[in-house]
């Protein structure tokens, strides 16, 4: 029964996180001044606007079962690059405000359990630190510069034109490489993600004043 309950648990964690993440996304476009996610009915909260099978309900599910670190997806928000502003660099920031978002929700979940005490064993504490777990999870492997993945965007705009040619190429098989990267060579992004996660919270921890 506690299995089952921490399973609940974690898949209502992703479901928050990635609901998150993708709002901070069309949140992010139709600031810099790209409606598409809004006249699409993506600036919402709610659930079945974001979610996929495969990405948010299988994939986290299976990586729960094999002790592995916690991610997925959700449906891309819509974007029409055209529409923004600041060119590249606009679709760097609309890319970046997910991983940012996960950021900012481990951080603040960290720093709930933190100085309430719950950290110390406690039932919520557990749940907490889930939740920084699953967030920086999200946050690190959005940012793996492999399109469609949040991070390629970044490194299109800082890239010189033949990377950004083979990027282009690249994309419509991006996601297939993605996830036969995690079926293929799963620890190894085990433990690229799990070094990644782990120097994230030391950071957490030394900005408490705990060494």
Known sequence: MAYVLSMVITLVIVLISMILHELAHGL???ALGDDTAKREGRLT?????HLDPVLSFALPMVLFLTGGPIFGGAKPVPVDSR???HGVWGMALVAIAGPAMNFVLALVAFLLGHFTGWFGGTEWGVILMSFVSVNLGFMVFNLIPIPP???S?????IAPDPVRDF???????????????VILVPSFIAVV???AMDAIL???YWLVGVR
């Open 202 to 204: 030391q950071g957490f």
């Open 28 to 30: 992010a476009a139709y």
């Open 153 to 157: 965007r970044v490194l299109y705009a």
């Open 45 to 49: 909260l709610n659930p079945f606007k």
């Open 193 to 195: 993600m799990g070094g």
């Open 83 to 85: 529409n923004l502003k």
């Open 167 to 181: 990027m282009q190429k690249v994309e419509p098989f991006g996601i297939i490489i993605v996830m036969m990267l």
């Open 149 to 151: 993945l949040d991070g």
